[in-house]
């Protein structure tokens, strides 16, 4: 019986290995989407969301202005990082941690849209624990550092 399950385990492991690259692209195009036109329609529509940090959005520590600057920043240059691979995990968890805040400062997502919410925050545990992987300017400058020898 264990034989057969490292078998099944081994078989299923060769067979998926090379999709795990392109899985874990399509979790951080996807979420980087997501919050790229999140941002940018924060940016197009600049007093509705000034308004909305001011009287709607319940973000804690930070004053409302600057919550709507930097989480309109944030929805604009860290999905960038997130779809080139370029400090993928640091800006996963940046962006995690913006995903828990936006519920958390937002009541009315518990109503509708907390599962959109959910899923980015798992796509986002998976980069997290997985790296971004082949298709990442992070695995090609780990490439080229190993390759040519030059210790960064």
């Known amino acids: 019986m264990i034989s057969f399950i490292r078998a099944i385990d081994t078989f299923f492991e060769q067979l998926v290995q090379p999709l795990q690259s392109l899985l874990l692209l399509f979790c951080r195009v996807w979420v980087a989407i997501a919050f790229f036109k999140s941002g940018l329609i924060k940016y197009g529509s600049w007093d509705s969301t000034l308004y909305l940090f001011?009287?709607?959005?319940?973000?804690?520590?930070?004053?409302?202005?600057?919550a709507a600057y930097s989480g309109t920043a944030i929805e604009l240059i860290v999905p960038v990082f997130l779809v080139l691979?370029?400090?993928?995990?640091?800006?996963?968890?940046?962006?995690?941690?913006?995903?828990?805040?936006?519920?958390?400062?937002?009541?009315?997502?518990w109503a509708q849209g907390f599962y959109d919410h959910q899923l980015w925050g798992m796509m986002l545990l998976v980069t997290i624990f997985w790296g971004a992987g082949r298709l990442s300017v992070d695995h090609w400058i780990s490439q080229h550092y190993r390759n040519s020898n030059i210790i960064p």
Do not use: K, T
């Not at 001011?54 to 600057?66: I, M, S």
């Not at 995690?96 to 997502?109: E, T």
């Open 85 to 109: 691979g370029l400090f993928a995990r640091p800006m996963a968890i940046l962006l995690f941690g913006f995903n828990a805040i936006a519920v958390v400062s937002y009541p009315a997502l």
């Open 54 to 66: 001011e009287y709607e959005y319940q973000v804690p520590v930070l004053p409302w202005l600057w």
